[in-house]
């Protein structure tokens, strides 16, 4: 008789996977006086890359700009090495896009603040995020979303 594998969730590594940081229209933009509006993009995934591991990869790509002119474009990618054993499969992709994101989340965000700051700028502090609710909208887009082959109404 086997005896069913108790759940399990361990962080392996926690890492910054891609730093990019854009200052295009230097030196003048310093002079502005008025203040840029902020866009906020965040995208996650993971993959499987060994038994029992996966990567799970929080991208955040933040521009400032007034009009069409760019004060700065910073995208950073933090990225978790997580060991997960011993869970439902249908518990795996909430798993995946809930809680990783939720742990990777502030390094992010402080990634991106210190390189904001870095570049000259006041810090960007990026608002909390809902998580479970994104997924939720993806999981609702999907279902949605015509199945491949199938006309679409333009």
């Known amino acids: 008789m086997s005896e069913q594998q108790?759940?399990?969730?361990?962080i392996e590594k926690l890492y910054v996977k891609d730093?990019?940081?854009e200052v295009p229209n230097t030196p003048n933009i310093f002079l502005e006086q008025?203040?840029?509006?902020?866009?906020?993009e965040i995208q996650s995934g993971a993959k499987s890359f060994n038994e029992g591991l996966y990567e799970v990869v929080l991208t955040v790509t933040v521009t400032a700009k007034r009009e069409e002119k760019i004060f700065f474009l910073v995208e950073a990618a933090q990225a978790g090495i997580f060991r997960v054993g011993g869970v439902p499969e249908e518990s795996?992709?909430?798993?995946l896009a809930i809680a990783c994101p939720n742990i990777l989340f502030p390094y992010v965000r402080e990634t991106v603040s210190d390189a904001v700051n870095r570049a000259g700028f006041p810090p960007?502090?990026?608002a909390p995020?809902?998580?479970e609710a994104l997924y939720q909208q993806r999981l609702e887009a999907e279902k949605n979303a015509p199945a491949a082959g199938e006309p679409t109404l333009q």
């Open 19 to 21: 730093l990019s940081l």
């Open 129 to 131: 995020v809902n998580f």
């Open 124 to 126: 960007v502090l990026l």
């Open 92 to 95: 795996m992709a909430p798993l």
């Open 6 to 10: 108790q759940p399990f969730f361990n």
């Open 34 to 40: 008025e203040g840029p509006s902020i866009e906020l």
